[in-house]
């Protein structure tokens, strides 16, 4: 690697910053401990991590984990800040139930939950590289050093995220990840949605975005000869199943957003303008899906039909507005041919599911939708071996709430066998189970740390995004004008569902690079503690022009009813809103290489005051 | 907020800040005003129960009726404008305050009605679409309002307003519906006003703040909301429509208790400048109650309000036992925080002199566009006859320990040619007039730049104007 570095002509080295992010979920953290006359308390927690709550209480009260029960119905959204974090005050509200013999609860006020609990892991990553005269890279080396704050919570997890994301959607030869959890005396840092994934992604496409000012090459192009093909092997030596997927989104992406029209429109405003810039930008997403700690890999459920027909289904995953319920709910009911009104997803409850993982990595609905799935199979083995008892019919389908009858033709949708619920009523009679547990383990997944080869991830979430911003030079100010996204979700269980995803999780990463800071004093206490000073984004803060499309025809053998994980691959399309802000700047003649996130109008004010006085100096 | 959750048990109102920031605690309140009554939307958090008194409160639980949900709800659930739904209940609400008050409202409304509504879920793309859902369920007006207001809106319009005065010995809250009853209070109530730990309060946005999260107890609260004679607006045209470029001054009064909200609707003809800026001012829910008066009483630096009433040089009526009086705003600041009305004194009215000047502008910087405190804001008022700037007023906020008036970059305007040059000069004129300080909004340098930034556009917002209207040849 260093003899790349010292042959190629073309090399760079810097540091690129990204600060912290509150998770300014609506509700914060609370819990309540209700003590039960049986002994030992349930608790109900705003918390991604029932699990954990369940240990940690049993811990700090020194009983054993069967006297905690932790129910949890819903979250008023969590975003990672729920999945360590809640849990302290779970086991201060069960401290006081358990030594007053009442009812206690626990809700931090606004200010209180921004001052004291982790954010967003701030980086500073030195890199080098060296590439080619057409922008290819030849050798990059970089060093992700992470402000974990002062406890370490899930900051090593975190950093091993950022490092396996380090090369994003591109491959290169030579490359070498170093990584440093740093300990500091600021709140401790914990999980955000991309867990370090939008990090080691921001390093790299600052590096690209550098490369195509420095060759004068447009951004797009730079990205494109860069990128995986099929069969290309990731550095830490997992194929990268379905890269081919990353060349359809360019492709269409270039078309569908008019990428070549508007670059010249741009050029042509930043010509005729003196006190605006408009920028362009392409941020592509390469996302491995399942917990790089591979024991989190594991789902289970709980379902019960009922003698009415009525299903209740129990499973590990956290409903905090991802709508994973709703998801799972379209499982179980396509599993057993029945309307979505004849199931009832269950609170996640340490008594009917145990051991659970915390709902984080996106992988809520593969892990605990797989569960669902064997035990509603498990289930309806049992129904079809009664279907043949009772009719001699080996072929059937379940579907509405009837059992049809397959011919060779296909389903006979006229003559109905039986109902599903006069099924289960025969079932109940003939003491047939009517309940299963599911488990699930994601099969196939290893990571050897010492060696830093494995096969970390099940499969590979893939999507583009392209922004537009004018940027007003005279304040700073930012107004994203225009962005398309074009995402890779297989096969969607529910496309609106996962539309509102790519939604939500593009306008926190807008906050994250622009308006979102995190402002401390000398002694590392925090300023914009409220939502008067920190400053989330608004109805007003999204483009007017705005389109997001589901690629085409995808299919994934690997998740739950073909589909792909959503939760957190489209927070890094926010990064796009920073590179069209960057792509502004440098029509000014200079690379922005001090600009961070967040870039706030103050910020980017004094990227162009550098811009000024550069030309000045000229 | 406390009312209803812990009182009455109502808890579909939700906490997320406590300051009135996030919307999450957002009801509709319907109250009699010039024998109409009229609905807003209104912060759970920042509004005192005493002053429901004649008023009517709805909260989420009376959006759907008989097990329906109502057309908004549906609406909702329809764009898939809901995650966590810890946001809805008080979405759902701005938006009936929306429908209640316009029948067809546009995106531009709906966007300044939702803006005080943080969701960290949903990224607001689909709760945009929501007024297309309602026009697809082919709603109307009837069945947005809910079934119980007609006979609520009855007994609202016989309601009596009366004085309000309660006191448990530690705090006391008056609300008198007149200044002659209040003169009256205050002359026969000493013991609880000496030692000038009372405070007046209307919309309470920065009192109500103060109590909650500062811990700022005041043993007597004088609550101005209800006095009518501060609830007015005159405007001293005979016309309707006020027709553009006529040069007669008028003179616009606005009580001290007419809310913000008002102010955008009423000032949107005849001051558009100052409806725009009213509207950059915090959210709809906090408009709908705060005053003008408290924008400028509260005496920040960064109010929003104050340049642009130094810049037309715009002057307070002070009510008080001492009798009335007037002071130009440009006078009424001296030092942080501080001004020049004695502490019974009260503003009963705010006059705005109009058509003095040929362009009026403000503009402010502030990290997020909508819903922010500004580290700069700027104002200018200009006379410009053939190209030459006659007469010119700036003001600045954001750059001192008040919102300054900038004598001397006003007189340097003034007898000079109305281009770029002239404003690039004016830059080295008004770093002296004021010595920033940072803060958490903004470092001194960039507020110093920006005081000279603003100026700029100041020009720039003139010369599009030119170019739009053939504005002053």
């Given at each position: 690697?260093?003899?790349?570095?010292?042959?190629?002509?073309?090399?760079?080295?810097?540091?690129?910053?990204?600060?912290?992010?509150?998770?300014?979920?609506?509700?914060?953290?609370?819990?309540?401990?209700?003590?039960?006359?049986?002994?030992?308390?349930?608790?109900?927690?705003?918390?991604?991590?029932?699990?954990?709550?369940?240990?940690?209480?049993?811990?700090?009260?020194?009983?054993?984990?069967?006297?905690?029960?932790?129910?949890?119905?819903?979250?008023?959204?969590?975003?990672?800040?729920?999945?360590?974090?809640?849990?302290?005050?779970?086991?201060?509200?069960?401290?006081?139930?358990?030594?007053?013999?009442?009812?206690?609860?626990?809700?931090?006020?606004?200010?209180?939950?921004?001052?004291?609990?982790?954010?967003?892991?701030?980086?500073?990553?030195?890199?080098?590289?060296?590439?080619?005269?057409?922008?290819?890279?030849?050798?990059?080396?970089?060093?992700?050093?992470?402000?974990?704050?002062?406890?370490?919570?899930?900051?090593?997890?975190?950093?091993?995220?950022?490092?396996?994301?380090?090369?994003?959607?591109?491959?290169?030869?030579?490359?070498?990840?170093?990584?440093?959890?740093?300990?500091?005396?600021?709140?401790?840092?914990?999980?955000?949605?991309?867990?370090?994934?939008?990090?080691?992604?921001?390093?790299?496409?600052?590096?690209?975005?550098?490369?195509?000012?420095?060759?004068?090459?447009?951004?797009?192009?730079?990205?494109?000869?860069?990128?995986?093909?099929?069969?290309?092997?990731?550095?830490?030596?997992?194929?990268?199943?379905?890269?081919?997927?990353?060349?359809?989104?360019?492709?269409?992406?270039?078309?569908?957003?008019?990428?070549?029209?508007?670059?010249?429109?741009?050029?042509?405003?930043?010509?005729?303008?003196?006190?605006?810039?408009?920028?362009?930008?392409?941020?592509?997403?390469?996302?491995?899906?399942?917990?790089?700690?591979?024991?989190?890999?594991?789902?289970?459920?709980?379902?019960?039909?009922?003698?009415?027909?009525?299903?209740?289904?129990?499973?590990?995953?956290?409903?905090?507005?991802?709508?994973?319920?709703?998801?799972?709910?379209?499982?179980?009911?396509?599993?057993?041919?029945?309307?979505?009104?004849?199931?009832?997803?269950?609170?996640?409850?340490?008594?009917?599911?145990?051991?659970?993982?915390?709902?984080?990595?996106?992988?809520?609905?593969?892990?605990?939708?797989?569960?669902?799935?064997?035990?509603?199979?498990?289930?309806?083995?049992?129904?079809?071996?009664?279907?043949?008892?009772?009719?001699?019919?080996?072929?059937?389908?379940?579907?509405?709430?009837?059992?049809?009858?397959?011919?060779?033709?296909?389903?006979?949708?006229?003559?109905?066998?039986?109902?599903?619920?006069?099924?289960?009523?025969?079932a109940y009679y003939e003491r047939i189970n009517l309940s299963a547990h599911g488990f699930y383990a994601t099969p196939g997944i290893h990571f050897d740390r010492d060696k830093g080869q494995g096969h970390p991830f099940l499969y590979y979430v893939f999507g583009a995004a392209v922004s537009e911003v004018t940027v007003d030079l005279l304040t700073g100010h930012t107004t994203l004008d225009y962005a398309h996204i074009i995402h890779d979700c297989g096969s969607s269980i529910n496309p609106r569902v996962d539309v509102g995803q790519i939604q939500g999780g593009f306008a926190q990463g807008i906050g994250w690079v622009t308006t979102e800071e995190l402002v401390y004093n000398e002694k590392g206490k925090l300023l914009s503690s409220s939502p008067a000073t920190y400053k989330i984004p608004t109805i007003g803060d999204m483009p007017e022009e705005f389109h997001i499309e589901l690629l085409e025809g995808s299919i994934n053998e690997q998740g739950i009813k073909r589909s792909k994980a959503i939760g957190e691959p489209p927070f890094v399309y926010g990064e796009s809103v920073f590179f069209a802000i960057v792509d502004a700047l440098c029509s000014m003649g200079r690379y922005p290489e001090e600009l961070s996130i967040p870039a706030t109008p103050e910020k980017v004010w004094r990227e162009i005051r550098r811009n000024i006085d550069n030309g000045r100096k000229e | 907020m406390e009312l209803l959750r812990n009182n009455l048990e109502l808890r579909g109102i939700k906490e997320g800040c406590g300051e009135g920031d996030c919307g999450a605690c957002t009801v509709v309140i319907g109250e009699v005003r010039q024998g109409k009554v009229h609905y807003k939307s209104a912060a759970g958090c920042l509004y005192l129960a005493a002053k429901l008194e004649g008023k009517h409160l709805i909260t989420i639980e009376g959006l759907s009726e008989k097990g329906k949900l109502h057309p908004i709800q549906e609406a909702i659930l329809g764009a898939h404008a809901t995650q966590c739904g810890f946001c809805t209940p008080g979405v759902s609400l701005s938006i009936l305050a929306l429908y209640l008050e316009r029948e067809s409202p546009t995106r531009e409304e709906f966007r300044r009605y939702l803006e005080g509504n943080?969701?960290?879920?949903?990224?607001?793309?689909?709760?945009?679409?929501?007024?297309?859902?309602?026009?697809?369920?082919?709603?109307?007006?009837?069945?947005?309002?809910?079934?119980?207001?007609?006979?609520?809106?009855?007994?609202?319009?016989?309601?009596?307003?009366?004085?309000?005065?309660?006191?448990?010995?530690?705090?006391?809250?008056?609300?008198?519906?007149?200044?002659?009853?209040?003169?009256?209070?205050?002359?026969?109530?000493?013991?609880?006003?000496?030692?000038?730990?009372?405070?007046?309060?209307?919309?309470?946005?920065?009192?109500?703040?103060?109590?909650?999260?500062?811990?700022?107890?005041?043993?007597?609260?004088?609550?101005?909301?209800?006095?009518?004679?501060?609830?007015?607006?005159?405007?001293?045209?005979?016309?309707?429509?006020?027709?553009?470029?006529?040069?007669?001054?008028?003179?616009?009064?606005?009580?001290?208790?007419?809310?913000?909200?008002?102010?955008?609707?009423?000032?949107?003809?005849?001051?558009?400048?100052?409806?725009?800026?009213?509207?950059?001012?915090?959210?709809?829910?906090?408009?709908?109650?705060?005053?003008?008066?408290?924008?400028?009483?509260?005496?920040?630096?960064?109010?929003?309000?104050?340049?642009?009433?130094?810049?037309?040089?715009?002057?307070?009526?002070?009510?008080?036992?001492?009798?009335?009086?007037?002071?130009?705003?440009?006078?009424?600041?001296?030092?942080?925080?501080?001004?020049?009305?004695?502490?019974?004194?009260?503003?009963?009215?705010?006059?705005?002199?109009?058509?003095?000047?040929?362009?009026?502008?403000?503009?402010?910087?502030?990290?997020?566009?909508?819903?922010?405190?500004?580290?700069?804001?700027?104002?200018?008022?200009?006379?410009?006859?053939?190209?030459?700037?006659?007469?010119?007023?700036?003001?600045?906020?954001?750059?001192?320990?008040?919102?300054?008036?900038?004598?001397?970059?006003?007189?340097?305007?003034?007898?000079?040619?109305?281009?770029?040059?002239?404003?690039?000069?004016?830059?080295?004129?008004?770093?002296?007039?004021?010595?920033?300080?940072?803060?958490?909004?903004?470092?001194?340098?960039?507020?110093?730049?920006?005081?000279?930034?603003?100026?700029?556009?100041?020009?720039?917002?003139?010369?599009?104007?030119?170019?739009?209207?053939?504005?002053?040849?």
């Open positions: 690697m260093e003899a790349v570095f010292a042959d190629c002509p073309n090399y760079l080295e810097g540091v690129i910053c990204n600060d912290g992010q509150e998770h300014f979920y609506l509700e914060t953290q609370s819990a309540l401990a209700v003590p039960e006359d049986t002994g030992g308390l349930t608790i109900y927690s705003s918390s991604q991590n029932p699990n954990e709550i369940q240990r940690m209480t049993a811990t700090v009260l020194g009983l054993p984990q069967h006297q905690i029960t932790v129910d949890i119905k819903r979250l008023g959204g969590g975003f990672g800040g729920k999945e360590s974090q809640a849990t302290v005050w779970a086991c201060l509200a069960a401290l006081a139930a358990f030594h007053t013999g009442r009812p206690a609860k626990l809700c931090l006020a606004r200010e209180e939950d921004m001052l004291c609990t982790g954010k967003r892991h701030a980086f500073e990553s030195n890199y080098r590289v060296a590439f080619d005269k057409k922008g290819k890279i030849l050798a990059y080396s970089v060093e992700l050093n992470s402000n974990c704050g002062a406890v370490a919570d899930v900051s090593t997890s975190v950093l091993e995220r950022a490092m396996l994301h380090a090369e994003n959607s591109y491959q290169i030869e030579n490359i070498r990840i170093i990584g440093r959890p740093c300990k500091t005396n600021l709140h401790p840092a914990t999980a955000f949605r991309g867990f370090g994934g939008p990090q080691g992604i921001f390093a790299i496409e600052s590096v690209l975005q550098r490369i195509a000012f420095t060759l004068g090459l447009d951004p797009y192009d730079v990205r494109v000869k860069n990128r995986y093909r099929q069969g290309d092997i990731a550095p830490y030596g997992e194929e990268i199943i379905h890269a081919e997927h990353m060349d359809k989104v360019f492709d269409k992406l270039r078309k569908d957003s008019l990428w070549d029209e508007r670059r010249k429109n741009t050029i042509t405003f930043n010509a005729e303008n003196k006190y605006y810039k408009k920028g362009l930008s392409i941020t592509p997403v390469k996302f491995g899906i399942s917990f790089t700690a591979a024991h989190l890999n594991q789902g289970s459920a709980l379902i019960h039909v009922y003698f009415d027909g009525s299903i209740s289904v129990t499973h590990g995953a956290i409903e905090m507005g991802q709508e994973v319920n709703t998801k799972i709910g379209q499982i179980a009911a396509t599993n057993f041919g029945v309307p979505l009104s004849y199931v009832r997803i269950e609170s996640n409850n340490t008594k009917r599911v145990a051991n659970t993982s915390p709902t984080a990595a996106s992988s809520g609905c593969d892990l605990n939708g797989y569960a669902v799935e064997a035990a509603s199979l498990e289930i309806m083995k049992r129904l079809r071996e009664l279907v043949l008892k009772l009719f001699s019919e080996a072929e059937v389908v379940f579907e509405n709430g009837f059992v049809y009858p397959v011919t060779a033709d296909g389903a006979t949708y006229e003559n109905p066998l039986i109902s599903f619920i006069e099924l289960v009523k025969k | 943080l969701c960290r879920c949903t990224g607001y793309v689909s709760l945009r679409e929501v007024p297309e859902y309602l026009k697809d369920l082919s709603v109307c007006s009837k069945d947005i309002r809910p079934g119980y207001l007609t006979e609520t809106e009855e007994k609202q319009l016989h309601f009596v307003q009366e004085d309000i005065f309660v006191d448990d010995g530690i705090y006391a809250y008056y609300s008198p519906v007149s200044e002659d009853n209040l003169l009256e209070f205050l002359h026969s109530h000493t013991e609880l006003t000496e030692g000038n730990n009372f405070r007046y309060i209307n919309g309470g946005s920065d009192v109500v703040v103060g109590i909650k999260k500062r811990k700022q107890h005041h043993r007597l609260l004088i609550d101005l909301s209800k006095i009518s004679s501060l609830q007015d607006i005159i405007y001293n045209s005979s016309m309707k429509d006020v027709p553009e470029n006529i040069l007669v001054t008028n003179v616009l009064t606005m009580g001290g208790s007419v809310s913000l909200s008002r102010i955008i609707d009423f000032t949107k003809k005849i001051f558009p400048v100052f409806s725009e800026a009213v509207e950059k001012m915090c959210s709809e829910q906090v408009r709908s109650s705060a005053t003008l008066a408290g924008n400028i009483v509260n005496a920040s630096p960064v109010a929003d309000t104050v340049p642009l009433l130094m810049a037309v040089d715009a002057k307070l009526t002070l009510g008080g036992p001492g009798g009335e009086r007037r002071i130009p705003v440009i006078d009424f600041f001296h030092g942080y925080k501080k001004t020049k009305n004695k502490t019974e004194e009260w503003i009963s009215s705010i006059s705005i002199p109009l058509n003095e000047y040929d362009f009026i502008h403000f503009e402010k910087v502030s990290k997020r566009k909508e819903v922010d405190i500004s580290a700069v804001n700027s104002a200018i008022a200009l006379k410009v006859e053939q190209g030459t700037i006659t007469k010119a007023r700036i003001a600045c906020g954001g750059v001192g320990a008040t919102t300054l008036y900038m004598p001397k970059t006003s007189k340097f305007l003034e007898g000079k040619e109305m281009k770029e040059e002239t404003f690039l000069k004016a830059f080295k004129v008004i770093v002296t007039e004021a010595a920033p300080i940072g803060d958490v909004r903004g470092s001194a340098e960039y507020r110093k730049a920006m005081m000279q930034n603003l100026l700029m556009k100041h020009y720039l917002a003139y010369k599009t104007r030119q170019e739009v209207d053939g504005y002053e040849a």
